[in-house]
């Protein structure tokens, strides 16, 4: 989990392989926030409502759900950088065809590729982590996390500007598939293995001499897997790379499945779920109770994010103030989310507004970094890309759950969503405290068995 202290030791040339890794995260963000928030009028356009629009941003979200673990366990067994450079091609292509989609046939065509393989996020934290060590991971992470949300404040405002011309929306595809492939280039030219914290060979499971091993196994264990030749003679089947690589990446997702992980992502689904509940009508909620006008409200929005960017270039003073103790410090953010959403929620002039956006994007962009940093800690260095895919599987659940809660909710009561918010926040607050608790009886028995 990080609990070494001390200042973190860099290593000079890892430096600015990092920041390439930084601009890449900017990048893809930037070109993603570009499209996403004109996706819904485009489909309107073609003819669509307001439903298959939902539907179709849904089906993004399920084939996010069911792809990020794989896409992420494949990465530990073939490789970071050739699986990055695969998802980064192919959602260029995708944004491409999203750029020539005439119909609302085409516009569903281009968003399967996108829902598998747009996992840039998810392999580019698990490729910073591979490059640092544990007790440098919270500032590298916070500076990553920072980079992408400033690509994701930016992305609106040019295609703002862009969709306003002339075929605008195609424009902006096709910039985004641009910005996709410039991508893919500078990590193609990146030299990731020289500057590994951790050596190729432990770190990825495929090497040749590990397809051999585990094919051996297989065999040991099932030796009457014989096929028939066309001559009648039976033979035993040939060992087939890609067949070693899904048995592979079955195996690690199984090993994620027994692990122990499971207390620590029920709080990454509270958590991302409160989080999520307390956006869900963020506009209308401070349009009806305040009464004031959506320029003020897009104004607060783009505050909210600009706090959270700074903020994740601070994350590795703060874990450092808590001398890397990054449970300790996920729990004492947890409950300042909570205490904000319960102010906000009660809440009678627009200054408290301001105040509770400021607190709250300082303690969710440090409670992200934080829950990160606890999951990898508990993991082996050979699984970290299926953690991280499944830590997007879990938030993606949550995404699929908040707009039914907050539209259940809201029938009650316009500050409904972030009064729930803040119950489930406070769910997590003491099943962390639980768990907190557990692992201090744990270090106590060891200490009298010494």
Not at 61 to 80: H, Y
Not at 93 to 117: D, E, M, N
Not at 211 to 217: G, V
Request: with cysteine.
């Amino acid at each position: 989990m990080g609990w070494g202290g001390g200042h973190p030791v860099r290593v000079p040339g890892r430096q600015p392989l990092q920041q390439w890794l930084y601009l890449v995260g900017f990048l893809d963000l930037f070109g993603v926030s570009m499209v996403v928030p004109l996706l819904s009028r485009h489909i309107k356009l073609l003819g669509g409502s307001s439903t298959v629009a939902g539907l179709i941003g849904s089906l993004y979200g399920l084939l996010q759900l069911f792809s990020s673990i794989v896409i992420g366990s494949w990465s530990d067994v073939v490789g970071r950088q050739s699986i990055l450079l695969v998802t980064l091609i192919l959602s260029g292509c995708s944004y491409g065809l999203l750029g020539i989609s005439t119909s609302i046939f085409l516009v569903i065509l281009a968003r399967i590729p996108t829902g598998i393989f747009k996992h840039t996020q998810t392999i580019l934290k698990a490729l910073l982590s591979d490059l640092v060590p544990d007790h440098e991971r919270p500032h590298v992470m916070g500076r990553f996390c920072a980079a992408s949300s400033v690509g994701f404040i930016l992305g609106p405002v040019i295609s703002g500007y862009l969709v306003e011309l002339d075929g605008g929306f195609y424009s902006t595809c096709f910039i985004c598939c641009l910005i996709f492939f410039v991508n893919a280039g500078v990590v193609w030219q990146l030299p990731y293995k020289e500057w590994l914290y951790i050596p190729t060979k432990e770190l990825h499971s495929m090497t040749e001499n590990n397809c051999e091993n585990m094919y051996t196994t297989l065999c040991n264990e099932n030796r009457k897997s014989f096929d028939t030749a066309s001559n009648g003679e039976m033979r035993l089947q040939t060992s087939d790379p890609l067949w070693n690589q899904c048995m592979s990446v079955c195996q690690k997702i199984k090993g994620l499945v027994c692990s122990n992980l499971w207390d620590i992502f029920l709080v990454r689904f509270l958590m991302a779920l409160a989080n999520l509940l307390y956006f869900s009508n963020f506009g209308l909620a401070i349009e009806e109770r305040f009464n004031v006008p959506p320029r003020l409200i897009g104004y607060l929005i783009s505050y909210g994010g600009i706090i959270g960017s700074l903020s994740g270039y601070i994350a590795g003073s703060v874990a450092r103030l808590y001398n890397n103790k990054t449970f300790l410090l996920l729990l004492h953010s947890s409950i300042l989310t909570c205490c904000t959403m319960v102010v906000y929620s009660f809440a009678t002039s627009i200054k408290v507004i301001v105040l509770c956006t400021t607190v709250f994007g300082f303690s969710t962009t440090i409670g992200r970094m934080c829950i990160t940093d606890v999951e990898l800690g508990r993991i082996g260095k050979q699984a970290r890309g299926t953690l991280m895919g499944a830590g997007q599987s879990v938030t993606a659940v949550a995404r699929i759950l908040a707009p039914v809660l907050s539209g259940l909710v809201q029938e009650v009561s316009v500050c409904g969503p972030p009064r729930l918010g803040a119950g489930l926040a406070l769910l997590a607050i003491l099943h962390m405290i639980s768990i907190h608790s557990k692992q201090s009886k744990t270090t106590e028995a060891k200490v009298k068995l010494q």
